[in-house]
Nanobody, 126 residues
Framework: QVQLVESGGGLVQAGGSLRLSCAGSGRTFSNYAMGWFRQAPGKEREFVAAITSSGGAINYAGSVKGRFTISRDNAKNTVYLQMNSLEPEDTAVYYC???????????????????WGKGTLVTVSS
C-alpha cells in the first residue's frame, strides 16, 4: 500500500510555470508506476501524464505534451510534474496516482488506478 501527498499548487499567470511534487510513503514506492490526473471545475477527471516504476517509459496527454514533464526520484519517493507555458485551461485540481500496473494509466479517467492523493489546486489566471 502507498500513501500519496501532493504539493506545489497555487496561483500563476498564463505563460508561467509550476512544479508539483508527490511524496509517497512506503519502501515499495519504486515498484509503482506513477501518474498525474486533473479535474477542472464542472468537468470529468482526465489523464495528464504517467511514468513507469523505473522511469523508462513516459506517456502524456496530447493537451500537455511539450509543456509538461513528469519525472521521479525513487530515492526520495517522489514524483514531479513540471508545468511550463501554463494556460487558463490548465486550471484544475491535480491528483497524483500510483498503481503496480503501468497499463492502469491507459484509462483516460483513471478508473482502476489503485492509489490517489487528495489533490492540489492549480489556478492559471489570464
Amino acid at each position: 500500500q502507498v500513501q500519496l501527498v501532493e504539493s506545489g499548487g497555487g496561483l500563476v499567470q498564463a505563460g508561467g510555470s509550476l512544479r508539483l511534487s508527490c511524496a509517497g510513503s512506503g519502501r515499495t514506492f519504486s515498484n509503482y508506476a506513477m501518474g498525474w490526473f486533473r479535474q477542472a471545475p464542472g468537468k470529468e477527471r482526465e489523464f495528464v501524464a504517467a511514468i513507469t516504476s523505473s522511469g523508462g517509459a513516459i506517456n502524456y496527454a496530447g493537451s500537455v505534451k511539450g509543456r509538461f514533464t513528469i519525472s521521479r526520484d525513487n530515492a526520495k519517493n517522489t514524483v514531479y510534474l513540471q508545468m511550463n507555458s501554463l494556460e487558463p485551461e490548465d486550471t484544475a485540481v491535480y491528483y497524483c496516482a500510483a498503481d503496480l500496473n503501468w497499463y492502469a494509466f491507459r484509462s483516460s479517467r483513471g478508473a482502476g488506478v489503485d492509489y490517489w492523493g487528495k489533490g492540489t489546486l492549480v489556478t492559471v489566471s489570464s
